[in-house]
């Protein structure tokens, strides 16, 4: 991979209407292949679970549609041992792909992989992507006007996760309105917004307890080193770059090769590292929590669609966000955030923080890097570049052996 | 709620068993207090203000030009005759005398004596030993002064060291208080009054009562006060239980309708932003800004007069700008050492020594992944925030750091 095509993936250019028409001749009311891949390209731009992006895409030839797969083998085994999270991920995806498509007058209805069942979807060292649904496309006559069209794409061009201190300004009314409006009744989704320094304290303190917790877990340490990736890395297409966080090149090494064990690690550096989430939190304008019962690996999917949702109206509007999946990923932890900051409600599966950043600099953080459409059109192949999800699995796997009493 | 009143009105009622129905606007209903739960305190403070106030010959003499003995001995004598009369009329418990004050908490009722004495007994031990630099001022205007002295605390964990630090040596008569967190276990090395009964509220806070999960934490905040009230109920407490903010920092510094301004803050938030801001504000409206710290073995405490020197830097030592620039670097950029770049900024460069050097330098065995604290060093310098802010506040000069290190056995003073 070149340094280009990690972050190339960026460059899409929106095609007008009459150009996304051209690319098929055939009647109108059908989408062809390359109609498809267009709109892929902007599913591609979704955020995911550490930047593994864990979705592949089958294109069948003899229906307009769009098969999505998990791609066990970037589902992450010490950080998202039942798949929920990559499940997110895959909602944020199907998301940019609807909102992609109805900016060129194509409806699409989601259609969940009827019986899926949790025990499919979790991590996997081998290449069996799975099927969780298909994103149906028809073609109808309703297209937005080109100003909301460009909007649109461009959110989902623009957008990144950002981690930096916010400002704490107040979410203006109208768009917490908006926000709210961003759920649907049929998603069985509970949005909570929760703006005051009591809660977004509360909500800070147990995202802290959890990413302490979870930072001590020899595989989660792994697992994060070997996904947090040097800035000066060009080449690879999953991972994050520690500039990212807003860690500089140093650091970044440093921190990565202390969590993979290669160089001692201050007793405080995680406590730290659990602190700055904490507060991350204390800074946002607003926390917002998506919820729902984890019943169906469906509902993750749908929690993932709201979240992204949410992010591109924000981002829309001049306010960035960034995801805690501290709290979420925490069973114990979890728990404590349903009994008390959600009142007994259904259990927290997204946790974002909604502002500005401090400095406005952090506005102009790079992009995560992403694989090229090829990777993820659903013919299974091991990614050429690095980290390798197999080698950090079979790792892992080792770290285990090493940590079992005798 | 005075007893007098309490007792013509029909607030209080004694039962002929001895229980009490409390009347009050401010409670839901009428409530019954058994007398396992009532306190009679009057008593036990008058007998132990007895037997430490001096006698007539050198007790320090009033505004009112009677000495403060000749005016205890009347208020016994009165309250002695009462007492008697109340025990020989049927159907009375408790003379009209002193307060009564029912901690909605717990349930408790206690029989308090008047506020004068009663906050007199919480200092007669102290005796004069705290005076004005040219000894002119008298105990009662010494006492008036310290009295009437108000500090703002930000922090509740060590902070309650300096606040119990405060109250033993000046009682003052109003606190502030302001801190977002709540209790955990770790912090019972150093929060005064901190228990296992404030490690969770009780089990019939939650909304599901069988659900372990569901722990309502107690603000640090909240217990601190609650439990100085229980040491001096006449005392006024305005808590921040969100902390200090960007939008609440001038109502705790300045006050506003009818809280009134500090005449010291004392700072110690864990949250650097709101430590540096706490400073630039005071340095704004010239209050001055107490932090001690405990550093490993040493407590250091740090005196920031910007009523005398409004100019003064916002560091110690450190120029603001070259502050503030450690402060961003460290809010962005996750490196610990930035964190201990602006703690150097704060203290001074020479704060680790010792066994802390080492937890800093992370050398031989470091069981906890958070800063180490003292319990006893952090109690030493709650002792001397009181000795030094009662100090200062009598005109005393005080030096801008002092230093005691506890493992060496010496004192450094800057």
């Known amino acids: 991979m070149t340094s280009s095509s990690a972050f190339s993936a960026w460059k899409v250019e929106p095609l007008s209407v009459s150009e996304f028409q051209a690319l098929n001749p055939s009647p109108a009311g059908s989408i062809n292949l390359d109609q498809t891949r267009h709109l892929l390209r902007f599913a591609l731009l979704a955020p995911s679970v550490h930047n593994t992006v864990p979705v592949a895409f089958g294109l069948p030839l003899d229906r307009s549609e769009v098969d999505v797969f998990v791609r066990r083998q970037h589902v992450l085994s010490a950080s998202d041992p039942t798949g929920r999270e990559a499940l997110v991920s895959l909602g944020c995806s199907v998301e940019n792909l609807m909102i992609a498509a109805a900016q060129y007058g194509i409806e699409c209805s989601w259609r969940p992989e009827p019986g899926l069942s949790w025990k499919a979807v979790g991590p996997s060292p081998t290449c069996s992507d799975v099927r969780v649904g298909s994103v149906q496309l028809t073609s109808q006559t309703v297209i937005p006007d080109e100003s909301q069209r460009r909007s649109a794409l461009n959110a989902m061009l623009e957008r990144k996760v950002v981690r930096a201190e916010f400002d704490k300004a107040p979410l203006p009314a109208e768009l917490k309105v908006l926000l709210r409006a961003c759920v649907k009744p049929s998603e069985r989704i509970g949005f ?90 204390q800074s946002a304008s607003a926390i917002c929590v998506l919820s729902c019962l984890d019943e169906l690996p469906d509902t993750a999917i749908s929690a993932g669609r709201v979240y992204q949702r949410c992010a591109l109206l924000t981002w829309a509007h001049g306010i960035a966000h960034a995801v805690h999946a501290g709290v979420c990923n925490v069973p114990h932890a979890r728990a404590m955030s349903q009994a008390t900051l959600l009142r007994g409600k259904m259990p927290p599966s997204v946790i974002f923080r909604l502002g500005k950043p401090l400095q406005g600099g952090d506005w102009s953080r790079p992009h995560s890097s992403r694989p090229d459409l090829s990777d993820v059109l659903h013919i299974p192949v091991e990614p050429e570049s690095l980290p390798s999800s197999a080698s950090i699995n079979q790792a892992l796997a080792t770290a285990r052996r090493i940590d079992q009493p005798g | 709620m005075d007893a007098r009143e309490a007792h013509c009105c029909g607030k209080v009622v004694y039962s002929a068993r001895g229980e009490v129905t ?126 009437g002295t108000v500090v703002g605390f930000v922090g509740a964990s060590l902070g309650s060291n300096v606040i119990e630090g405060v109250v033993r040596e000046m009682r003052p008569r109003v606190a502030k208080l302001a801190d977002p967190d709540y209790l955990e276990a770790t912090n019972l090395n150093r929060l005064q009054h901190g228990s296992l009964r404030y490690l969770s509220q009780p089990r019939s806070s939650r909304s599901d009562p069988r659900n372990g999960f569901e722990t309502q934490f107690v603000s640090k905040a909240e217990l601190v006060a609650y439990e100085n009230q229980l040491v001096d109920p006449y005392m006024d407490w305005y808590l921040y239980g969100d902390g200090v903010n960007t939008d609440n920092i001038d109502q705790f510094l300045l006050g506003a309708n009818g809280e009134p301004r500090v005449h010291y803050v004392v700072e110690e938030a864990d949250d650097l932003r709101i430590k540096i801001e706490v400073r630039r504000r005071a340095r704004q409206y010239g209050i001055p800004v107490f932090m001690a710290s405990d550093l490993g073995h040493r407590s250091q405490a740090q005196l920031q007069d910007f009523s005398a020197n409004p100019n003064a830097t916002l560091g110690y030592h450190i120029e603001d700008e070259e502050l503030m620039s450690r402060l961003e670097r460290c809010m962005q950029s996750g490196d610990r050492n930035d964190f201990f770049g602006v703690a150097r900024g704060l203290v001074g460069n020479d704060f680790a020594v010792d066994e802390y050097a080492s937890w800093i330098a992370q050398t031989g065995e470091q069981p906890t992944s958070s800063v180490p604290q003292s319990g006893s060093v952090a109690q030493m310098s709650g002792a001397l925030g009181g000795k030094l802010l009662a100090l200062h506040r009598l005109g005393h000069a005080l030096s801008e750091r002092i230093i005691i290190d506890t493992r060496r056995m010496h004192m450094i003073v800057d």
Request: proline share 5%; glycine share 8%.
């Open chain 2, 22 to 147: 409390l009347h009050d606007d401010r409670l839901p209903g009428p409530v019954t207090i058994v007398p396992e739960q009532q306190y009679p305190c009057v008593l036990p403070t008058l007998l132990a203000l007895d037997k430490a106030l001096s006698g007539s010959s050198n007790s320090p003499r009033l505004r009112s030009g009677t000495t403060l003995r000749e005016a205890f001995d009347t208020e016994y004598r009165a309250y002695l005759e009462l007492l008697s009369r109340t025990r020989a009329t049927s159907g009375a418990w408790e003379p009209d005398f002193g307060n009564y004050v029912y901690d909605r908490k717990t349930g408790d009722l206690y029989l308090v004596a008047p506020e004068f004495w009663h906050r007199l007994a919480l200092l007669t031990s102290n005796a004069k030993l705290l005076t004005d630099p040219g000894g002119n001022l008298t105990a009662e205007e010494i006492r008036d002064r310290l009295t």
């Open chain 1, 192 to 281: 909570e917004l929760f703006e005051s320094d009591r809660d977004k304290f509360a909500w800070g303190k147990l995202d802290e307890l959890a990413m302490k917790h979870k930072l001590e877990e020899r595989a989660f340490q792994l697992e994060l080193g070997h996904w947090l990736l040097p800035n000066a890395d060009a080449s690879s297409v999953r991972g994050m770059r520690g500039r990212e966080f807003g860690f500089d090149d140093r650091l970044t090494l440093e921190l990565s090769a202390q969590l993979r064990g290669e160089v001692s690690m201050a007793a405080d550096q995680l406590a730290f590292m659990a602190r700055a989430g904490r507060g991350g939190l």
